[in-house]
Structures are given as structure tokens and as C-alpha cells.
């Protein structure tokens, strides 16, 4: 048995997300299918993580083992022809057997992009969070900092989501502007439910004036959902990266 | 009657072009039921230019005379809620009673994109042209550059087109590269059907050497389509600015 990690990306707008359910199409399921047909096994694809609906991945990371004596080299292409187009596998690895694409990865870095014309981009539909106000970037940037370091985030939680822990450390957190886009760009070690989308609706936020930057050390404090923004669109979410130190 | 011309974009990739058939979805269709829906009337909507099947525009203007009462800076946001998200108007401005949108235009600017990388990306599904080959930028450049002037294009019109004059001229055509993306931007005062597809496919041809870039006058010359190369698809081609000569 080889264990293979599958470098893919997608675009989620078709999508319920990474896993698996009943009654909704997601990309474990197409995945799934593909695989089967190209090796004939029915694989336990193994994800780095959940994605809700409509959100995208530049650079997802699974895992699974498998028989096959399909040359791990060729394996993408074969996927790819079984594959609709908006799913599409880059690299496959054979990885040491205790690699685990949920529990290796160190840290993701996930790009949250916002579209701040007037007028939607028909280009980039589902693809952007439209949010056409005038952003004071500058702000947000000092927003950003502020939540750097490990600390409870319980304040950018969905409520209904049960966690053993709400301490995170996030890494990094960055603002740039390019025209009419915005882009945050987020590494932690993990993250709570929608925390990407909560903190992406807190800069926004910031952007317009509606929360001070200042205050972001207290709204953290809080652990109060009511506190930080909103959670901004799926579709403005991009799982960029998943770093499994060196094990990919 | 006001003359209105509206600046419009869209995402052709589920359109067969501007121009309203039978059997078929286009633009022209879609945008006259909006306008109907908002100014009660049944336009009669003159476009700048057909687009085949699955082309796109980052700046197409149409025109059409109206007794609408709404004021033409409210128009745009009318007619964007009752039109799918992938066109949108852009703006709306009274021109002169003999702006028209096709006649009027001095030159007319596409854009074609050609995504080089192995794998497609699931971003740019329709929205690029897939050539997965290594390209000689230089030479493309040096090719692009035979292109300009005055010219029987005769060797870059599909077969089966009737034109009275096959002569055209070319202001600009330019070649740049960004990562993966290859990016012509061609200007001519107008053009012969499907000649910008196929000099993106001559250009190509040139980045790869099949065809040599000394040879372009050669086949220009010949005004034989079976010199120059493959049609690129449609997916890559943009309209992107209409130039009116100040009347717009």
C-alpha cells in the first residue's frame, strides 16, 4: 500500500464544500468517483480540512492509500480526464505512511478577496466578496496586526460550533490592495468555524470606519460573536496553502 | 427621443455572441428584455460589433433611442437588477442624434488570453485560451509587429465570410506576458471574421516555431488562410475598448 497526497485545486462554486454528505454534490464525492474509476479502489480520501460551500482552493492537500500500480507521475493526468474542469489535481506524492493531510499540516494560509467597484465584475461572480465602499487600507493593515499571536477567538466563531479549545495562533495576517481588489491573507495553525470570514468582515469593518483598529485587542477580549463584523461571502475564500513542515 | 449609448461588460461564455438568433441566447436578446422591463419599450439596441459564440467584452457599447424618463445616471443600476450577473452596465451617457454605436467607432481594441501552464485552472475555465507549450516571447513580438500597417488580411478571415474589401489596418498589436498568461492586445479600425483568433493563432504558432516570424509578410502577402495558423478559441477573445473619436 502506497499512501498518495493529491495536490488539486478548485473553484467550490458548484460545491457544498470538501466532505461528503447526503442530498448535496461536494468535492470528496467527485473526487471519490474519479478515483475510483482510475484505480478501481474505493479509496478513504482523507482532506485538510472542511470547506463550506462555494468556498475555492488554489492548493488543497488529500490523502489516501491505495494499490494501484499507476505510476504516482501519472496519476494527475489520469484524474484529471475523469475530473470535471473546475477540479483540477497538480502533483501526487507518495508520502510516508503516517501522513495525514488533516493532522501533518502545520499551518494553512487561507486569501480572503474582496471586489470594491460599484458595479459587480461579471468575470469574477462567486469568485470575490463584492463590497463596493471606499476601504481605508491603512486601517485596516493596523487592524491586522492586532491579531497576530495566540489568543481566544472565540469572538470570530460562528455560534453553533463546538470546539474543545478557541485558542488559535495566527501567524500572519496581511492587507493588500491591487485596483479595484483587496486581498487578506491569513496563516494559522487551525482556525474555528467561519474564523477566516468573521476576521475578513472585521477589516472590512475597520475599512469603513464602522469599528476602530484600536479596538480590536478588546473585541478579541470579549470572546463576543456580537463584537467583531460580519461573516463575509464564501466566495470570496481561497485555501492557499497548507504547509506540513517539509512532509510534502 | 434621447439617443442613450450604454458601456456595458460581459461574460459571453453562456451566450452565442451579441447578436439576437433564433434557438439561441445571446445578448443582444437578454439586454433587450431588460430594457423593456425598465423603459417599457421595445428598444431597438444597435451594438458596436457582433461576438461569436463564448467571446467576451470588458467594454462593448450599444445605442438606442428612447423616450425613457429616467435619468440616464439612474439607468445603469435599472437595467443591472434586471439582467443576469454576467452582463453589467457599466454606464449610460446621452450621445448625439447620429452616434452610432457600430458606424461611429473609429477603431476597436480585443484583447486575447492564452494560459500557458500544464494544467488548466479551474479559475479561468472559458475565460482564457489553453495552449500548454513553452512560448518564444521574443519571436512573438518580432511576428506582432509585422501585423501593423494596411493590409489585404485575406489570410486571417475563416473561409465563407463575404467582405467587399478585405483590406484592414492595424494600429497596435502588442504581446506581453504575466506567469502563465500570454496577453495579445490587438487595435485596428475594424476586422475581418475571426481575424483576431487567427492571428492569436499565428502568434502562437510563432512561439512555438512552426511558423517563422520573418515569414508573417510572406503569409500576409499570399492571402492564404492556409498559411497562417489555427482559429484560437473563443474563450480568449476580450472587446475591449471602442474608440469613438471623442463622440463618446
Avoid at 474505493?42 to 505510476?71: M, Q, W
Avoid at 510516508?96 to 474582496?114: E, L, N, Q, W
Avoid at 462567486?126 to 471606499?134: A, I, R, S, T
Avoid at 461571502?233 to 510534502?248: N, W
Amino acid at each position: 500500500m502506497k499512501n498518495l497526497a493529491l495536490t488539486l485545486c478548485y473553484n467550490g462554486s458548484s460545491y457544498h464544500g470538501w466532505q461528503i454528505q447526503q442530498n448535496a454534490l461536494t468535492v470528496q464525492e467527485v473526487l471519490l468517483g474519479a478515483v475510483a474509476k482510475v484505480t478501481g479502489e474505493a479509496a478513504d480520501i482523507i482532506g485538510c480540512s472542511r470547506t463550506d460551500a462555494g468556498v475555492h482552493a488554489l492548493e488543497y492537500v488529500c490523502n489516501f492509500k491505495s494499490k494501484t500500480s499507476i505510476p504516482e507521475e501519472k496519476i494527475p493526468i489520469a484524474l484529471n480526464t475523469a475530473l470535471p474542469k473546475d477540479i483540477r489535481i497538480n502533483r501526487c506524492n507518495i508520502v510516508p505512511d503516517h501522513f495525514h493531510a488533516r493532522f501533518s499540516a502545520v499551518s494553512k494560509t487561507y486569501i480572503y478577496k474582496v471586489y470594491t467597484a460599484k458595479i459587480e465584475n461579471p468575470f469574477l461572480t462567486d469568485l470575490v466578496y463584492h463590497f463596493p465602499y471606499e476601504l481605508n487600507i491603512e486601517h485596516m493593515k493596523k487592524a491586522a496586526e492586532f491579531f497576530i499571536g495566540t489568543y481566544d477567538f472565540s469572538a470570530f466563531m460562528s455560534t453553533g460550533s463546538s470546539q474543545k479549545s478557541t485558542i488559535r495562533t495566527i501567524l500572519n495576517l496581511s492587507v493588500s490592495q491591487s485596483g479595484d481588489i483587496v486581498e487578506f491573507s491569513i496563516t494559522a495553525n487551525s482556525y474555528l468555524y467561519n474564523m477566516v470570514r468573521i476576521i475578513a468582515g472585521t477589516l472590512l469593518y475597520t475599512g469603513i470606519g464602522k469599528i476602530h483598529y484600536n479596538d480590536i485587542p478588546k473585541i478579541i477580549q470579549s470572546g463576543d460573536r456580537r463584537q467583531s463584523g460580519i461573516t463575509a461571502g464564501a466566495g470570496g475564500l481561497y485555501l492557499a496553502k497548507v504547509d506540513y513542515g517539509g512532509l510534502l
